[in-house]
């Protein structure tokens, strides 16, 4: 008899951990499902330093230009020809997105003033250039 009066003991005291599981497992999902993951154009850069640095919210179409005037779009090197067409391309796919350049220190600046230019053709009017804040 004393044994089933502790038995009993030990299973109200028990805590059913189930649904704390499985509020858990909701709760990953809701993060992963919703997380923003960085965007990268493709190629590592050194960008220059600018003391007015301002942060950009709505970049979502990144072109990259390596100190060999290379330039890369969604992690695919293109020619400076097909800019246009690239960016048309991600421009209709997010129409609210803006081009971030994001330029090597070392690269022309005219490369930069194409890329620039390719953008306002494709009808994007927000074009910024990426650097590191001082």
Known sequence: MA?????AEDEQGA????????VVFIMLIFFIVTASF??????????????????????NILVAVSSSNEVW?????????????????LHAENPKGAVVIQADDESDIETMTKIAQAAREA??????VSTEKK
């Open 3 to 7: 044994r089933r009066k502790k038995a």
């Open 15 to 22: 805590i059913d951990l189930t649904p704390m599981l499985d």
């Open 38 to 59: 960085i965007k990268e154009a493709g190629i590592e850069i050194n960008r220059p330093e600018a003391t007015t640095a301002l942060l950009k919210k709505n970049a």
């Open 73 to 89: 779009i969604d992690k695919a090197r293109i020619d400076l020809r097909e800019v246009k067409g690239a960016i048309e391309r």
């Open 123 to 128: 009808g994007v009017s927000d074009v910024s």
